[in-house]
C-alpha cells in the first residue's frame, strides 16, 4: 500500500489505529460493570435505563456540533478536546460516589467522546486512495479492544 511510504502517515496510522483499540477497550471494560455500580447506588430500574441511555442520546445531539468544529478548527484539534473530555468523563465515573455524579459524567462522555468518527475522518483524509484498507484496519483494532476489554 502506498500510504505506508511516507513515515509522517504510518506514524499517524499507528496513532489511530491505538486509539480504536483504546477507546472500545474502555467502553467494554465500562459497560458490564455500570449497571451493578449505580444499582449499588440505590438507583431504581427507571434511573439504571437514564444512565444507560443518556451517553447516546447526548452522543446524537452533539455529533453535528463536533462535525461542524472539524470543519472549521481542524480534524486533529477536534480529536485532542474530545480525547481530553472523554478522559474527564471516564475520571469522574470512575470517582464517582452518587448518582448525579455518574448521570454528569456519562452526559460528559457522551457530548464528547466522538473519537470513532473524528479518526475514521482523519483516516479518509491521510489515504483517500486506501480508504478501504486503512478503515479495515482501523475497525479491526476497535474491535480487538473490546474483546480484550
Known sequence: MQVHKHP????????LNLIA??????????????????????ASPFIMGL??????????LSSPIFGYGSDVFGR??????????????YVILGTAHSLMMVLVARSI???FKHTQTL??????????????YVLGNFNAFGSMGFIIG
Open 8 to 15: 509522517g502517515t504510518r506514524r499517524a496510522l499507528y496513532t
Open 21 to 42: 483499540l483504546l477507546d472500545l477497550f474502555a467502553v467494554s471494560l465500562i459497560l458490564p460493570l455500570i449497571n451493578r455500580e449505580i444499582k449499588s447506588m440505590g
Open 51 to 60: 444512565v444507560s441511555s443518556i451517553y447516546g442520546a447526548i452522543q446524537l
Open 76 to 89: 486533529k484539534p477536534t480529536l485532542l478536546i474530545s480525547l481530553l473530555a472523554a478522559a474527564v468523563g
Open 109 to 111: 462522555s457522551g457530548c
Open 119 to 132: 479518526a475514521k475522518v482523519i483516516l479518509t483524509d491521510l489515504a483517500p486512495a486506501e480508504r478501504s
